[in-house]
């Protein structure tokens, strides 16, 4: 009975919890490739098949598979056009924000309320408000008055988090902003667990009645809600309907 209830536990211990900051993160792929063990290594073939001391003299042989290198070396044009991948700018707990916007293809999540493991960032532009921050698939996000940056706390709950779902990363969790400045992105633990991205300690929210990717109906709303900018700031109020007219930046 006393062996079943340990191998529960240390089972139960390798499952993530929900709490915000006790999520634990997945191995890197680059730590468990150190892992491999030895024998692995040794089942590979001698790097000299005929036997020892059956080595043939390699000198002044031009293997015809092997091309000159300066045939395989790419030209100095496309060097310059190739993009370095992302880097990880800054580490909060079990989140890693990058350096910039993924260097493959995120498909964003439909749902504003489950929260994602991957979220990106991006900025749009529109005529009548300026820069503000959308998701990956282009959906406004918003900050709210009530709530303080410094330190950063959310105070929209229950009705009022229905209305406005907070943007939720989940572990192991990734972000790429594009647009964003890395180092003031970042997120903060709610009441019931979960975790919601922040910009320069603001939380970020979706709004309810946006229906599609440029969508700004929560803009003003109230007084208290604006979409947020790319270093944190609100988007000055509109005098008059928004159009839905964002493109992606």
Known sequence: MRKT????ALLAGLVSVSACGSQAAAPDADVAAEQVPVAV???AAPLNPQG????????????????????????????????????VAKTQRWVKIFSGPSDQ???PPKSRTAGSKTVELNTTENAQIGT???DGAGRT????????????????????ATAWPPLLIRSPGKIFPAGVDPKIVGFVERGDG?????????PVYYFVDDRKAGDLNGQGLN?????????GGKTPDAPGPLASQGTGK
């Open 5 to 8: 209830y340990v191998a529960a």
């Open 41 to 43: 290594q040794e089942s």
């Open 52 to 87: 020892p001391g059956e080595l043939p003299d390699l000198a002044g042989v031009e293997d015809p598979q092997v091309k000159p290198t300066e045939d395989v070396q790419p030209p100095a044009e496309k060097q310059a056009n190739q993009v370095a991948p992302p880097t």
């Open 105 to 107: 293809d995120i498909t």
């Open 132 to 134: 503000y921050v959308t």
């Open 141 to 160: 996000l918003y900050r709210f008055d009530n709530d303080s940056n410094k330190p950063p706390k959310t105070t929209c709950k229950g009705d009022c």
């Open 194 to 202: 979960t975790c919601q991205v922040t910009i320069n300690g603001w």
């Open 223 to 231: 007084g208290k809600w604006f979409a947020i900018k790319p270093d």
